[in-house]
C-alpha cells in the first residue's frame, strides 16, 4: 500500500467478480451518503439499494435509509406487481410515516417527529430496534429530503442511503449526497443494445463536467434564484457582465439571446436547462461557442437529442457542482415480461459507459472494475476490524 498527499491508502482491489469489493469503492472512499437513482421505475434500483445498506451495515457503519417518494412496498403502487423489499438491520435509522411504519416486519422505534407531512403522511424518523422490511417514504422536494438527512445526522447516521424516486432526479443533486448509483436494465429498451445506448446518453448528462473559469470563483451557486440569468460576454477590454431577471428561460430565451454579444458568451442559469433554450441557442449565430452553465447535471432537463445538438455545434454545458457517479447496477428483467440474458446485458452496458465500473447484483458479476481505490486509514481500520470480528 502507498500513501499519497491526501492522507489517503491506495488499495489494490482484487481482479475477481465480487460484488463488495466494488461497493466498498463508495463506502470506504469517503462519501458520507449515496443516491440511488433508475433510469426508469423497476429498473433495479431497490436491489442495488440493499446491496449497499448490507454491506455498510457489514462493515460497522450507522446507516440511515431516507426518500425522494416510496419504496420497499409489497406490491407496485403502480403496477400491482411484486417488488424488493427493503431490509434492515437492527439500529438502522428510517425515515418514513406512521402508517408504513406498521406495515414494516422490523420493529420501529420512534426518534423525532419531523414538521414535514407528505401525501403518505407525517415523516417522522425511526430507529429498527429488530431486524427485517421496512417501507421509506420522502419528500418530493429536495429541501425536504436535505432536512430529513441531516435530522438522521443528529441521531448517528455515519453513512446515509437516499432511494431516488422515478422522475425525480434531484435526488442525485450534489448538496444532497456526495456519490450517485445508478440503476439500468430490461425496463429501458427493448434490446441490451439500446439499453447501453439510453444509459450512455443519461451517463453523459448526470456527468457533466465542472466550469473551470476563473469567473467561478465570484459565483455563489445558491445565491442565484431560479429567475437568475447571468450572461458573460467577451468585448476589448475583457468580460462584460450583466444579470437578468427573467420569467422562466422556458418564456424568455428570445430576450436572452438579444442580450448576447456574440460568440463565445457565457450564460449562467440559476434555474433550469430545458431544451428549448439549448435548440434556439444551436441555430442563434449570436450563441456561436457559448458555454452554459447550471447548479448541477439535476438541472439539465433537455432532452439527449437537444443536449447532444448543442455540443455538436460548439457549445459546451458545464456545471457548479459535479455529480459523482460510482457505478451502474444492471436489471435484466422487466414486469413487461421482457428478459435478457444478464450476461450480454452487463456487457453491452459496460460497453457503452466504459469506464464506469457496472454491476449485476444478483449475478454477482462485474465490468470495467476499477483496478485500485483510494480509502482512508480510519475507515481501512474500521474494515478489518470488522471482518475480522
Known amino acids: 500500500m502507498n500513501p499519497d498527499t491526501s492522507g489517503k491508502i491506495v488499495v489494490p482491489i482484487p481482479n475477481h ?40 451495515q457489514d462493515l460497522g457503519m450507522q446507516v440511515g435509509v431516507a426518500s425522494s417518494g416510496r419504496d420497499g412496498e409489497e406490491l407496485d403502487a403502480v403496477t400491482h406487481l411484486p417488488k424488493p423489499r427493503i431490509h434492515v438491520k437492527k439500529g438502522t435509522l428510517v425515515a418514513t410515516t406512521e402508517d408504513l411504519a406498521m406495515r414494516a416486519s422490523a420493529s420501529l422505534e420512534p426518534l423525532s417527529e419531523t414538521v414535514f407531512v407528505t401525501v403518505l403522511g407525517r415523516l417522522i424518523i425511526y430507529r429498527a430496534a429488530s431486524p427485517g422490511t421496512v417501507e421509506v417514504a420522502g419528500g418530493n422536494k429536495a429541501g425536504v429530503v436535505k432536512d430529513v438527512t441531516n435530522v438522521m445526522r443528529h441521531f448517528g447516521a455515519e453513512f446515509i442511503v437516499i432511494d431516488g424516486a422515478a422522475g425525480r432526479r434531484f435526488s442525485a443533486a450534489p448538496y444532497l449526497a456526495d456519490t450517485t448509483v445508478l440503476s439500468t436494465g430490461a425496463v429501458v429498451a427493448e434490446t441490451p443494445e439500446k439499453v447501453g445506448l439510453q444509459t450512455a446518453r443519461t451517463v453523459e448528462i448526470l456527468t457533466t463536467p465542472k466550469w473551470e ?52 458568451s457565457t450564460i449562467i442559469l440559476g434555474g433550469a436547462l430545458p431544451g428549448n433554450f439549448l435548440r434556439d441557442l444551436a441555430t442563434s449565430r449570436k450563441a456561436r461557442n457559448s458555454t452554459i452553465v447550471v447548479k448541477d447535471a439535476t438541472r439539465i432537463l433537455a432532452a439527449y437529442q437537444d443536449f447532444s445538438h448543442f455540443k455538436s455545434r460548439g457549445g459546451k454545458i458545464r456545471v457548479f457542482d459535479e455529480i459523482h457517479l460510482e457505478m451502474i447496477t444492471t436489471c435484466p428483467v422487466a414486469p413487461c415480461g421482457r428478459r435478457f440474458d444478464p450476461a450480454t446485458l452487463l456487457d453491452r452496458v459496460a460497453e457503452a459507459v466504459n469506464p464506469y465500473p457496472v454491476v449485476d447484483v444478483i449475478a454477482g458479476k462485474i465490468r470495467n472494475l476499477p483496478r485500485r481505490v483510494r480509502i482512508t486509514k480510519g475507515d481501512l481500520t474500521r474494515a478489518v476490524l470488522n471482518h475480522e470480528a
Open 213 to 264: 473559469d476563473g469567473l467561478r470563483e465570484s459565483f455563489r451557486p445558491g445565491s442565484l434564484a431560479n429567475e437568475d440569468v447571468v450572461i458573460v460576454s467577451p468585448d476589448a477590454s475583457g468580460r462584460e457582465m450583466k444579470k437578468l431577471k427573467v420569467r422562466s428561460v422556458l418564456l424568455s430565451t428570445p430576450e436572452i439571446i438579444k442580450q448576447l454579444r456574440g460568440s463565445g
Open 17 to 56: 467478480d465480487n460484488v463488495n469489493h466494488l461497493i466498498d469503492t463508495v463506502l470506504l472512499t469517503g462519501p458520507r451518503s449515496v443516491a440511488i437513482t433508475g433510469l426508469a421505475k423497476n429498473s433495479g434500483k431497490t436491489v442495488a439499494l440493499n446491496a449497499i445498506i448490507r454491506r455498510a
